[in-house]
T-cell receptor
Framework: GENVEQHPSTLSVQEGDSAVIKCTYSDSASNYFPWYKQELGKGPQLIIDIRSNVGEKKDQRIAVTLNKTAKHFSLHITETQPEDSAVYFCAASIGGTYKYIFGTGTRLKVLA | DADVTQTPRNRITKTGKRIMLECSQTKGHDRMYWYRQDPGLGLQLIYYSFDVKDINKGEISDGYSVSRQAQAKFSLSLESAIPNQTALYFC??????????????FGPGTRLTVL
């Protein structure tokens, strides 16, 4: 079945450094790739997404890149801040549907 | 997201008990989802509903049932709870006709413990 692998499972960075989280997916028909941020005690919240017809998307300090040939996509956070500390999930749509397969999550710690 | 509420927020129950988790939304979205989150496993889709009359099984529906009482309400039931159903449960909504057709909006979660 469809699968999304996410690495690393934990990531610690110094404040101001960059953080990169990587995901690979198996369904070649996937066409939508969101990233969700989950803060302690809250539900996941969308922070950025990318469609399959785009290679890169940026929103302030956050960017996502997509390599459809290799079936992998990555989240890049620059100039990290303590409030970036959270669990981040990648996901891939199941084909062209509105359902996702989620990755297993990355716990990001930004050290002050 | 305050527009999606879940009750209860925490629940401890015993093996064999029937339990219902409720989800309400004021976003006016037709599509609603139930997910389960386990440490190290991400979120897994249990059931989803694209409108009041349309309910579908997700990846891990065994042991669960759902009811879509209205556009705004989607309940998840465990008919006979077992310890391996101990997890964090999330409800979500989406609107395919909105500005972000694929985005899902999550509730705050219900932490369920089955003893």
């Amino acid at each position: 079945g469809e699968n999304v692998e996410q690495h690393p499972s934990t990531l610690s960075v110094q404040e101001g450094d960059s953080a990169v989280i990587k995901c690979t997916y198996s369904d070649s028909a996937s066409n939508y790739f969101p990233w969700y941020k989950q803060e302690l005690g809250k539900g996941p919240q969308l922070i950025i997404d990318i469609r399959s017809n785009v290679g890169e998307k940026k929103d302030q300090r956050i960017a996502v890149t997509l390599n459809k040939t290799a079936k992998h996509f990555s989240l890049h956070i620059t100039e990290t801040q303590p409030e970036d500390s959270a669990v981040y999930f990648c996901a891939a749509s199941i084909g062209g549907t509105y359902k996702y397969i989620f990755g297993t999550g990355t716990r990001l710690k930004v050290l002050a | 997201d305050a527009d999606v509420t879940q009750t209860p927020r925490n629940r401890i129950t015993k093996t064999g008990k029937r339990i219902m988790l409720e989800c309400s939304q004021t976003k006016g979205h037709d599509r609603m989802y139930w997910y389960r989150q386990d440490p190290g496993l991400g979120l897994q889709l249990i059931y989803y509903s694209f409108d009041v009359k349309d309910i579908n099984k997700g990846e891990i529906s065994d042991g669960y049932s759902v009811s879509r009482q209205a556009q705004a309400k989607f309940s998840l039931s465990l008919e006979s709870a077992i310890p391996n159903q101990t997890a964090l449960y999330f409800c979500a909504t989406s609107d395919p006709y909105g500005t972000s057709e694929y985005e899902q909006f999550f509730g705050p979660g219900t932490r369920l413990t089955v003893l």
